[in-house]
């Protein structure tokens, strides 16, 4: 079974102070681990993914995310949050075991003030 | 330009009518994915493919139906026995246990 938890509904943060949202996961095997994010009426957009190797994973528009182990948890960070930065994001895990599904968080909204 | 594209973007159909929603792929994927999105919710897999004619019912299956006869297109039919039927329909593409890819969705409108 898996399973992913974003614990804040939303965050908010003023332009240009780090950015953090949440994620913890549950999985049998070892985790596949993904952030998305998603504009008002749009598609899901990938923005960075875990698989092996380094902890620290860089993606897309300077966002990055931690993968601990210990603490089941894959937080995704930006160091200065930007306006256009408000969207809902998205954590999502699949184990190496089973099928290719993914399960995804209930999501995250996230606004940024000037 | 590679990508998947769903159409129409808003759908609108009266109550007891079926509706087929359209998802093409052209990034050669094998696994192909229907999620739906309801306001404050997170996505929820209605059905999934993971190579052509083949399939599997996700979470919510019922009062849905697919089918994949070509790599390239999975389409999702929404029947009358599906109870509530509004809300947003993402289809998605990917490869293995990588990341998917998403459309741009369709919002349908049942009244």
């Known amino acids: 079974a898996q399973s992913v938890a974003q614990p804040e509904d939303q965050v908010n943060v003023a332009e240009g102070n780090p950015l953090t949202v949440k994620c913890t996961y549950s999985?049998?095997?070892?985790?596949?681990l993904f952030w998305y994010v998603q504009y008002p009426n749009r598609g899901l957009q990938f923005l960075l993914k875990y698989i092996t190797g380094d902890n620290l994973v860089k993606g897309s528009y300077g966002f990055e995310a931690e993968f601990n182990k210990s603490q089941t948890s894959f937080h995704l960070k930006k160091p200065s949050a930007l306006v256009s930065d408000s969207a809902l994001y998205f954590c999502a895990v699949r184990d190496n075991l089973g099928d290719y599904k993914l399960s995804f968080g209930a999501g995250t909204t996230v606004t940024v003030r000037a | 330009d590679g990508g998947i594209t769903q159409s129409p973007k808003y759908l609108f159909r009266k109550e007891g009518q079926n509706v087929t929603l359209s998802c093409e792929q052209n990034l050669n994927h094998d696994a192909m994915y229907w999620y739906r999105q309801d306001p404050g919710q997170g996505l929820r897999l209605i059905y999934y493919?993971?190579?052509?004619?083949?399939?599997q019912k996700g979470d919510i299956a019922e009062g849905y139906s697919v089918s994949r006869e070509k790599k390239e297109s999975f389409p999702l039919t929404v029947t009358s026995a599906q109870k509530n039927p509004t809300a947003f329909y993402l289809c998605?593409?990917?490869?293995?246990?990588?990341?998917?890819?998403f459309g741009p969705g369709t919002r349908l409108t049942v009244t």
């Open positions: 493919s993971q190579i052509v004619n083949d399939f």
């Open positions: 998605a593409s990917g490869q293995g246990y990588y990341e998917q890819y």
């Open positions: 999985v049998s095997g070892n985790p596949y």
